[in-house]
Nanobody
Framework: QVQLVESGGGLVQAGGSLRLSCAASGRTFGNYAMGWFRQAPGKEREFVAAISWSGGSTYYADSVKGRFTISRDNAKNTVYLQMNSLKPEDTAVYYC?????????????????????WGQGTQVTVSS
């Protein structure tokens, strides 16, 4: 069982930056691949980024590639999402997710159903 708690959301102007954090419980965090998803009002939850159990591979949605960076610190049981050059269309509730998986981040896929555990979400609002 893994419990996930996101933090770091807020209101920012377009072009600004935010760093989201996701703290995980449990002693086997290093066995889990991690992902970030987002959901805007009236839209389906969409994939943002994923990172392998070791941090050695990452995978991004085309919409955030070059602007967002996913990273993890297994010693702190935490995964991060650094978001730069934010746009109003990035406004959403951001969720972190975990999957017990020891392979490549891209091979894990971008479907929400691929993940086993979810956090409660943190709101990110980007004003124009």
């Amino acid at each position: 069982q893994v419990q996930l708690v996101e933090s770091g959301g807020g209101l920012v102007q377009a072009g600004g930056s935010l760093r989201l954090s996701c703290a995980a419980s449990g002693r086997t965090f290093g066995n889990y691949a991690m992902g970030w998803f987002r959901q805007a009002p009236g839209k389906e939850r969409e994939f943002v980024a994923a990172i392998s159990w070791s941090g050695g591979s990452t995978y991004y949605a085309d919409s955030v590639k070059g602007r967002f960076t996913i990273s993890r610190d297994n010693a702190k049981n935490t995964v991060y999402l650094q978001m730069n050059s934010l746009k109003p269309e990035d406004t959403a509730v951001y969720y972190c997710a975990a999957k017990r998986y020891l392979g490549n981040a891209q091979a894990m896929g971008a479907a929400p159903a691929s993940y086993d555990y979810w956090g409660q979400g943190t709101q990110v609002t980007v004003s124009s």
